[in-house]
């Protein structure tokens, strides 16, 4: 089992930044590719961005274009933990947000469908002010 939980979300102005924390616990992130989701009121869950875990030095990211160039994935494996920058924010990034793990048998891997994820956070709620 995996326990993670998201930390950093916060009320913030077009145009601010944050950063978003999700600590693990329960496992080692290693082996487990990590996504960010957000899910405004009354939509679905959408799929944000990923990093794939690595056996090197080597992690790839995958975005959604709502988010690419603005918003960057990291992991710290030593720590347990995946980050997520964001910068130049719009209202429409409001929403709660969450982090999720999968267990993937390929490193390099980036799932970015709910259903390949396999432990989910709480989430934190991020509001963005116009």
């Known amino acids: 089992q995996v326990q993670l939980v998201e930390s950093g979300g916060g009320w913030v102005q077009a145009g601010g930044s944050l950063r978003l924390s999700c600590a693990a616990s329960g496992r080692t992130l290693s082996g487990y590719a990590m996504g960010w989701f957000r899910q405004a009121p009354g939509q679905e869950r959408d799929f944000l961005a990923a990093i794939s875990w690595s056996t090197g030095r080597t992690y790839y990211a995958h975005y959604a274009d709502s988010v690419r160039g603005r918003f960057t994935i990291s992991r710290d494996d030593a720590r347990n933990t995946v980050y997520l920058q964001m910068n130049s924010l719009k209202s429409e990034d409001t929403g709660a947000y969450y982090c999720?793990?999968?267990?993937?048998?390929?490193?390099?891997?980036?799932?970015?469908?709910?259903?390949?994820?396999?432990?989910w956070g709480q989430g934190t709620q991020v509001t963005v002010s116009s």
């Open positions: 999720a793990a999968a267990r993937t048998a390929v490193p390099g891997e980036r799932p970015t469908r709910r259903h390949e994820y396999d432990y």
